[in-house]
């Protein structure tokens, strides 16, 4: 249901819900949960990119010496 919760009420009262109060704190549980989540795979795509990013562009340290011989 995303941010907006105002129309649970009516959800329960059209399903016939007994106990609303703890439907809805498991709804809101898993909510966080699928939040987290979600944010987790976000984290490891930045990461991943990042990595990509690095070694496309040599992200490794470049040494200039200059050596004759």
Known sequence: ??????????????????????ILFIMKMYEGEIVNHRAEEAEKRRQAEERKAKKAGGGGKRFTHNVQG
């Open 1 to 22: 249901m995303g941010k907006y919760w105002d129309g649970i009420d009516y959800f329960f009262k059209l399903h016939n819900v007994d106990d609303p109060k703890t």
